[in-house]
């Protein structure tokens, strides 16, 4: 097979993660070495960590015919909500996915079967919380005990100013700022408005000097 016939086939992209523990990725190289692997995407990083660098290269660098292979789910993703919204992104540049320990392949019938039920028990799982939360809410009022939720602050996440910068470079866009934060993007723009307003209002100090 020439370069240019494997080109429009797309490419076989892995992506690897181990943990600040687990510092070899030796295993699941092994494990994914079938799959004729062109290109390797491996970090060392928690999957506490909204911010990974090596899966964000991963997901711009991927093109149309492409697949990407990972060892299991939680190698990629930190939460289901998390995995959908990477197999959103993947499926709407026509990239497939395969997870080599839950054989799951998103061309498949079998594939997109799975992903259908895991979509739907992430929102069984979200009513349920929701559920609970209303409750808790319910009997803490009936307690007199009930403050309400706590006001993000930009003071939570260190990571904004970094992101903020490579937002305005338009390296990712607001809906990838967002997802990278964990934010719903109506708190994101309010973060984003107090964030300039601080930011100026440091700036109008320090020329007053």
């Given at each position: 097979m020439n370069e240019t016939s494997k080109n429009l086939q797309g490419q076989n992209i892995a992506y690897i993660r181990v943990s600040t523990v687990e510092q070899n990725d030796a295993r699941q190289r092994a494990a994914l070495s079938k799959y004729s692997i062109d290109k390797y995407f491996s970090e060392q990083i928690s999957a506490k960590?909204?911010?990974?660098?090596?899966?964000?290269?991963?997901?711009?660098?991927?093109?149309?015919?492409?697949?990407?292979?990972?060892?299991?789910?939680?190698?990629?993703a930190r939460s289901t909500a998390d995995l959908l919204a990477i197999v959103k992104q993947l499926q709407n540049k026509g990239v497939a996915l395969v997870s080599d320990k839950e054989r799951l392949d998103?061309?498949?019938?079998?594939?997109?079967?799975?992903?259908?039920?895991?979509?739907?028990?992430?929102?069984?799982?979200?009513?349920?919380l929701l559920e609970r939360q209303k409750e808790g809410i319910a009997l803490a009022k009936a307690r007199g005990v009930?403050?309400?939720?706590?006001?993000?602050?930009?003071?939570?996440?260190?990571?904004?100013?970094?992101?903020?910068?490579t937002y305005m470079q338009r390296t990712i866009n607001k809906a990838e700022f967002a997802r990278r934060l964990n934010l719903s993007r109506k708190t994101l723009d309010r973060l984003i408005a107090e964030y300039r307003t601080k930011t100026q209002s440091k700036s109008l100090a320090s020329s007053s000097k």
């Open positions: 960590d909204a911010n990974r660098p090596q899966l964000q290269a991963m997901l711009d660098y991927v093109r149309e015919g492409d697949t990407v292979y990972v060892h299991d789910f939680s190698r990629l998103t061309t498949t019938a079998t594939g997109k079967l799975l992903l259908t039920m895991i979509a739907a028990i992430n929102e069984f799982e979200r009513a349920n009930y403050k309400g939720r706590r006001k993000i602050q930009l003071s939570d996440y260190p990571t904004f100013d970094a992101l903020y910068a």
